[in-house]
Structures are given as structure tokens and as C-alpha cells.
């Protein structure tokens, strides 16, 4: 008689789930605050120990094989003011080696408070968030609250701050909550390699009547390009490849390229979804299960959109609902399709080291047994009011390649020589943005946010959500509308990150 290793390792994940399934049972009846005090160190904590659990190639400990699925979860940053409508944060950003998941740390990693992601900013409206910055690294950096609607001097662009953060130095950010809904904060200076390093993390700004979903799960992904032999952040590339979008050989979902979650039967799923690759769109599917978007950058959506994949380009964000249909004691994977950056038959030979074909990212675990799950309803859409271009242009932009120049310019050139744009404050205002270059630019405007009315002559339904990050497809202009509520100096810049370090990115006044 032979023994069926498949069955006894089934039996063995079977086993050690069931372990996990007591404390993620309670986390369904708990509230938010507190489930994500249980869940503390499930989410960026253990990338941080990259260095103690860095067993090699071969140690499964930790690995795709999910044998220890991670509870629904995520780690907020601890709240250093007892003041009810006052979150204080301690922040700092210092180098560590942690391990995307092949085993080998990186010795180039750098990280806020020790984990990758960094901790989540948690907030509601109307709070104020005051954060304690420190630089505990070698190099200037500065800080950028993507998406929200700050002061120019919070706003992580060193022409508006004075001086950008010296090594050693710290720095005082403080603004208050006015929007809800998923952001990220990054670094705002040499960004291809600092992002890249690691120095990203989640924002959720909760609205006051939020009811917390079963599960709310932030999904950070980034794309890393290691060396095939030492597996160590990859040199610069050619300028040439850099133009071109650099994409990574390994796929990460908060930060590590082996993730499971545990989910159980009927259990609702909100997946807080952001980009920090350099340049790659992702565009994801979870087999047999549907995904429900229910949000957009700037918050909730009026009218929920049920979609087979979801394509997610550098910078932007997603809110998701996933019914949790699956069957008990299966597994299913988080699929990525390979997204095509460069127009079909362009100019350019695509090049995605990941191959053509989906790759699996991350996979879903389910327990035994089923929930009922504690319901939930989205909080009220916070809706953008046009749906449909206005009269006043405010600017049309238009991207193309320099090949020549090895870079892609704005309004035919590049930062700090791109003109100045100006417009007044709280005027429905148009901008157009035309590529007309052969590839993909996510285009990101700092400051305020807008609402997509038109791409490429076809009218955007209303009822979308707000933006402050959108994909302009190749030789496609791209119409958005705002009220630009939010005055002062601001940077726009394609969220290709190669692309925005090489000067694709410029200035925008809006006028009081
Ligand atoms: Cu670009």
C-alpha cells in the first residue's frame, strides 16, 4: 500500500487551516478598529522580517504553497492622540532588507516603519492627520499624499515645500481629512528607484456611516526587476528600455510574490486596490469569482460596475467587491493578464519579461464551512456632478515621444521647461489630454480631482467616480472635467515612474 503525499498534504492544509479559521471567524463579528488590532503584523509585518525568514529558495515556510493563509486584514499605523478627530502618526523611512518572496532580501530595500507596504494611514472624515516624519536614509526625499486634497506645502513637491527632507532631518505633515475612500502615499523624488525600493503604503479614509465589510483588504501591486542570478534590484536599465516602460520579472501583492488569503464561503470582500509599479498596467481576474467595482480613486461609485478583469494602470485605484462564491476547501488563484503598454503593430517590439501569457499573483484559500457574513452596504457616493464635457477649456495637453530625445515630452517638452498652466479656481473646468504617442501613459494630476467625460470621442457614462489618476490609451485624447476646489501650484506627470523622473510632468496654477 502506498501513502498519496497529495491527500496528506491536503490534510496537513486542511489541518493548519482550521487553526486559522478560529481567529478569522472572530474577525467577521468584530469591529474594524479592533479586527485590525487582532490582525496586526498578518499584512506588511512579514515582509519586514525578510532577513529571519530568508531560508532560501527552498524554505516553503512562507510560500505560494499557502500552507499558512493570511487572515483578512491590514495594519494601521497606532494613533498617538487620544483626540477622537485627531490621528497623530509616527513615519519614518529607513533602508531594509526584505524579501519579495524569492528567498533572497534585497539589499537596496527600503521601507516606512519596517514593512512593505508601509503601515496603513487610517482616518475618517473631518479628522486631522498629523505625521511625524523622519529620514533615516541616506538620501533627500519627500513625501507625497497621492490623491488627497492637501496644501501645496504638504504636497510632497520640493518647489512648494522650500527644501526637500535631508538625511537625518525630519518633517511635520499635517491637513485635514476632506475625502474618503483609497489613496497611497509614496516617495516624490527619484521615484523609479525609491518606489521601487519599497517606500509605499495604503490610505483608507473611512466615511462616518462606513459599515466595515467581512473583509477589507488592501492589495498593493508592484512589479520588481531582479537580477535572474542574484536576485538583487536589477541596474538601471537601457535609456531605451526605460522609455519604453520598464517592466519587472516579479509580481507582488503587498510586497511579497507568494500571498494567500483566507476566505470563507459567503463572506464579502473588499479589495482596496492600488498600482506602484513603475510602469506596468496589471489586469486582474480571481477564477470563479466575479469582481464588482464599487469605487474609484476619489471614493464610492452611484452605480457599481461588475467586470471580468480589472486593469489597473501605475498610480491608480479600485475599489472591489468580491462575494466570496467559491467552494469550501478549495483554492483559487489571483490571475494577472498581460497587459499590452504599446499600441498594437506600433513603432515598438513589447517586452514583458512575465511572458504573454496570466500569471498567478496570489491565491484565495477557502476554509471549511460557510457565513453568513455581516452584510454590507457602500457608503453614499460622493458623485461628481458633470458626466459630459463643459464649455470652459481650461487646457488642452498633448504627449508625444521625442526618440530622438530618448523621452516623452508635454506640450513638447519636458520639466522644468513644460509651460505653465493657468486656470481659476471653482470654475467647472475642461482639460483635454491628447496622446499621441504608441504607448500607454497613466496621467496624474496632484491637487485636485476629475471626473473622465470623454476618451477618445466616446462619451464616458455618468454616474463614474472621481479621479486624480487616468490611463490615456495610445493616439487617444482623453477629456476630464473638475470645479478645482483645490487652489495653489500643482504638479501633473505620467505615473510611469521612468517616464515622470525623465521630466514627463509639469505645472499647473490654479488661481484663487
Ligand atoms: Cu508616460
Known amino acids: 500500500m502506498t501513502v498519496d503525499i497529495t491527500t496528506a498534504g491536503a490534510a496537513l492544509l486542511v489541518y493548519q487551516y482550521a487553526a486559522h479559521e478560529v481567529s478569522m471567524r472572530s474577525t467577521l463579528l468584530l469591529p474594524l478598529s479592533l479586527a485590525a488590532c487582532m490582525n496586526a503584523g498578518m499584512d506588511g509585518k512579514d515582509t519586514a522580517s525578510g532577513v529571519d525568514d530568508s ?3 527552498d524554505d516553503t515556510g512562507d510560500t505560494g504553497d499557502s500552507a499558512t493563509p493570511e487572515v483578512c486584514g491590514y495594519t494601521p499605523m ?5 483626540a477622537p478627530d485627531v490621528v497623530e502618526v509616527d513615519l519614518t523611512a529607513s533602508a531594509l532588507e526584505w524579501d519579495p518572496g524569492t528567498g533572497v532580501p534585497l539589499a537596496a530595500g527600503m521601507a516606512f516603519n519596517g514593512s512593505v507596504p508601509g503601515p ?4 475618517k472624515l473631518g479628522d486631522t492627520v498629523k505625521v511625524h516624519f523622519t529620514n533615516d536614509l541616506d538620501i533627500e526625499m519627500t513625501i507625497h499624499w497621492h490623491g488627497l486634497r492637501v496644501t501645496p506645502e504638504m504636497d510632497g ?5 522650500g527644501d526637500p527632507i535631508e538625511p537625518g532631518e525630519s518633517f511635520e505633515y499635517e491637513f485635514p481629512v476632506v475625502d474618503t475612500g483609497f489613496y497611497w502615499f509614496h516617495t516624490h523624488m527619484d521615484t523609479a528607484t525609491t518606489i521601487e525600493a519599497g517606500l509605499y503604503a495604503p490610505i483608507l479614509f473611512h466615511a462616518p456611516d462606513e459599515v466595515a465589510p ?16 542574484t536576485r538583487q534590484i ?5 535609456d531605451m528600455m526605460q522609455l519604453m516602460g520598464r517592466l519587472g520579472n516579479v509580481l507582488m501583492v503587498n510586497g511579497r510574490s507568494d500571498r494567500s488569503y483566507a476566505w470563507t464561503k459567503g463572506q464579502t470582500t473588499l479589495w482596496r486596490v492600488v498600482n506602484a509599479s513603475n510602469a506596468r498596467y496589471w489586469d486582474l481576474y480571481l477564477e470563479g469569482h466575479q469582481l464588482t467595482v464599487v469605487g474609484t480613486d476619489g471614493g464610492f461609485l452611484a452605480v457599481p460596475y461588475s467586470v471580468d478583469d480589472l486593469v489597473v494602470a501605475p498610480g491608480e485605484r ?4 468580491v462575494e466570496a462564491s467559491g467552494e469550501p476547501g478549495e483554492r483559487y488563484r489571483l490571475m494577472n493578464k498581460r497587459f499590452q503598454l504599446h499600441e498594437e503593430g506600433g513603432d515598438m517590439v513589447e517586452g514583458d519579461p512575465m511572458g504573454d501569457g496570466d500569471n498567478p499573483v496570489a491565491t484565495v484559500v477557502y476554509g471549511e464551512g460557510e457565513t453568513t457574513g455581516t452584510g454590507w452596504t457602500q457608503p453614499a457616493p460622493d458623485v461628481p456632478g458633470w458626466g459630459a464635457p463643459v464649455e470652459n477649456l481650461g487646457h488642452h495637453w498633448l504627449l508625444e515621444e521625442d526618440m530622438m530625445g530618448g523621452t516623452v515630452t508635454i506640450d513638447g517638452a519636458t520639466w522644468p521647461d513644460v ?4 486656470v481659476a479656481m471653482n470654475v467647472d473646468t475642461m482639460f483635454e489630454v491628447e496622446n499621441a504617442s504608441e504607448m500607454h501613459h497613466p496621467f496624474h494630476i496632484h491637487g485636485n480631482r476629475f471626473q473622465v467625460v470623454d476618451v477618445g470621442g466616446e462619451p464616458v457614462p455618468a454616474g463614474q467616480g472621481w479621479k486624480d489618476t487616468f490611463d490615456i490609451p495610445p493616439r487617444t485624447t482623453v477629456t476630464v472635467v473638475s470645479a478645482l476646489d483645490n487652489p495653489g501650484e500643482w504638479m501633473y506627470h505620467c505615473h510611469i515612474l521612468e517616464h515622470a523622473d525623465d521630466g514627463m510632468a509639469g505645472l499647473m496654477t490654479v488661481e484663487e
Not at 496603513?120 to 482616518?123: D, G, N, P, R
Not at 509651460?419 to 493657468?422: A, C, G, R
Request: with cysteine; hydrophobic share 45%; proline share 13%.
Open 419 to 422: 509651460p505653465m498652466v493657468d
Open 157 to 161: 513637491i520640493m518647489q512648494m515645500m
Open 120 to 123: 496603513v494611514l487610517e482616518a
Open 55 to 57: 531560508g532560501g529558495p
Open 318 to 321: 479600485y475599489m472591489v467587491v
Open 78 to 82: 497606532p494613533d498617538l492622540d487620544a
Open 214 to 229: 467581512d473583509c477589507d483588504q488592501p492589495m498593493v501591486l508592484d512589479d520588481l526587476l531582479l537580477d535572474e542570478d
Open 234 to 238: 536589477a541596474p538601471p536599465d537601457t
